[in-house]
Nanobody
Framework: QVQLVESGGGLVQAGGSLRLSCAAS????????MGWFRQAPGKEREFVSA????????YYVDSVKGRFTISRDNAKNTVYLQMNSLKPEDTAVYYC????????????????WGQGTQVTVSS
């Protein structure tokens, strides 16, 4: 397992941008697929985006396609989520996840999770 620490959340107006970061501990970051999930009040946690070990493949939930971009820097043990054109419905706690299997990661059964960072989008 790896330890994950998210940062970059905050309050932003609709149409604005935020960049989330997730720093991972350990020397095997490049062996993990990475992803982002979110959970809004009263709702179940949902998959947002994932990126393969090398960064060559990325995946997004339909509601964020064209607005969010996931990337990773294996030299810095960090994964990012650039969020543009934010909408009030993007308001949620965003969680970083890591797993050696991108299949397990995408279905939400990852071995490692961060503590979450709050994103609030005002209308």
């Amino acid at each position: 397992q790896v330890q994950l620490v998210e940062s970059g959340g905050g309050l932003v107006q609709a149409g604005g941008s935020l960049r989330l970061s997730c720093a991972a501990s350990g020397r095997t970051f490049s062996s993990y697929a990475m992803g982002w999930f979110r959970q809004a009040p009263g709702k179940e946690r949902e998959f947002v985006s994932a990126i393969s070990l090398s960064g060559g493949s990325t995946y997004y939930v339909d509601s964020v396609k064209g607005r969010f971009t996931i990337s990773r820097d294996n030299a810095k043990n960090t994964v990012y989520l650039q969020m543009n054109s934010l909408k009030p419905e993007d308001t949620a706690v965003y969680y970083c996840a890591a797993d050696r299997s991108i299949v397990r990661l995408r279905i939400g059964t990852s071995a490692s999770w961060g503590q979450g960072t709050q994103v609030t989008v005002s209308s």
